[in-house]
């Protein structure tokens, strides 16, 4: 019996994770998965309930789970308080508590979807890279930071953009491997043409290739031509490895290839053994929860991840891919996507994909 924790969320968080929800029943009941799962608030839930978006017992029964699914947090709800009490937080501090260094973003462009993108179906068709985003160091996490006063009446933001070699190795390791698993080619992405933060990233990434991973295929690029390569020629790249900022915008980008930001799921992995977080990569999306509007497959292929990196059963993992890639080749779209034939909504959509775990 495996452990799985979810933690709805805001916004369409609980709407989509609801949907998660029903597929891990119908694979616990038909498909021999033996799962038991437990609910706790995250982000401004928490806030409303307990006063802080993370509380001590909820880490820890993150820490005792085996995987945690969880939908998203945050709003305009919570948006005028303090950092150290906003709901986003609460995610940092999950992340950072479980050592969860290693972010996997995949930009997977499926073959129903390919025309539901904004770019030429010719430049997507077939995409499939994935991102491995730092994701407990650089500037989400470096001190100094603040706001302060200036002696000349203004005000002063400021944040630290660090890494440690240490930081460095542990998350390109990851991505080495990871490459490995694939076409061998590895694009590591930096601004070591401005920071020092990013040349220390390219010189560590550089020497690890050489020493450990001669294999590999390493090249660099600098983050802001690859924000243009991304929509110039997606296909170009297999695996990019990145720091925590650029990994969390030029993922956002690579969404619209795949179609929509509803599609993409993540992995956050720390050191093997220990408890995983799987997240769809959008947010709480304010302006549809409720509605029954959000899309929920990139929470539910967020499950899929779970299922292949932390539960060790890949054949489940594939199964849900597929019943996923079928609801969308016989016409189910949710309101964001284009084209189909059925336009429906969260709950049915993942009817739909409950419906074709069977096939
Ligand atoms: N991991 C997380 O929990 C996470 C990630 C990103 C943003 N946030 C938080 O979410 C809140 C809203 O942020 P935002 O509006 O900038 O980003 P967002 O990702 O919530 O939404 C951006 C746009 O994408 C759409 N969208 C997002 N997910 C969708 C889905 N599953 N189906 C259909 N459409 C979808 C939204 O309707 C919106 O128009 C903020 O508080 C932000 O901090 C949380
Ligand atoms: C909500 C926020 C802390 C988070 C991030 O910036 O990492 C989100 O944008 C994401 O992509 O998971
Ligand atoms: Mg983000």
Redesign the pocket.
């Given at each position: 019996m495996s452990r799985m924790l979810l933690l709805p969320?805001d916004?369409?968080g609980p709407e989509?994770l609801a949907q998660a929800e029903r597929v891990i029943e119908a694979l616990n009941r038909d498909f021999g998965l033996d799962v038991e799962v437990q609910s706790a608030l995250l982000g401004g839930a928490s806030i409303d309930t307990y006063g802080t978006p993370l509380t001590a017992e909820t880490l820890a029964q993150a820490k005792a789970s085996d995987v945690i699914l969880m939908g998203?947090?945050?709003?305009p709800k919570w948006?005028d308080t303090p950092f150290d009490r906003r709901?986003?937080q609460g995610?940092l501090d999950l992340r950072k508590g479980l050592s969860l260094f290693a972010n996997l973003r995949p930009a997977k462009c499926f073959a129903a979807l390919t025309d539901s993108s904004t770019l030429k179906p010719e430049v997507v068709a077939g995409l499939d890279l994935v991102f491995v985003r730092e994701l407990i160091g650089g500037v989400y996490f470096g001190e100094p930071r603040g706001i302060e006063a200036l002696a000349d009446g203004g005000r002063r933001g400021f944040n630290t953009q660090s890494y440690t070699d240490e930081e460095v190795r542990r998350v390109a390791r990851t991505a080495f491997e990871l490459a490995r698993t694939r076409s061998s080619r590895l694009c590591s992405v930096d601004k070591s043409n401005v920071m020092e933060a990013g040349l220390l990233w390219r010189e560590e990434v550089t020497m690890l290739g050489a020493s450990d991973y001669p294999d590999v295929d390493l090249s660099h690029m600098y983050a802001d031509n690859c924000a243009m390569q991304l929509v110039r020629e997606p296909r170009q790249f297999d695996v990019i490895l990145t720091d925590n900022l650029f990994g969390d915008l030029l993922s956002d980008a690579a969404a619209m290839l795949t179609g929509?930001?509803?599609m993409l799921p993540s992995a956050a992995l720390g050191e093997s053994g220990k408890s995983s977080l799987y997240?769809?990569?959008?947010?709480?999306?304010?302006?549809?929860a409720g509605k029954d509007?959000?899309?929920p497959c990139?929470t539910i292929l967020s499950l899929a991840m779970a299922l292949r990196h932390g539960l060790e059963r890949p054949d489940l993992a594939e199964r849900v891919e597929s019943a996923v890639a079928r609801a969308l080749d016989e016409g189910y779209r949710?309101a964001?996507l284009t084209g189909g034939s059925h336009r429906v909504g969260t709950a049915a959509m993942g009817q739909a994909i409950i419906a074709r775990l069977h096939a």
């Open positions: 969320g916004g369409i989509v998203s947090v945050g709003g948006s709901p986003e995610l929509s930001l509803g997240e769809p990569i959008h947010g709480s999306a304010p302006d549809i509007l959000a899309n990139a949710t964001e």
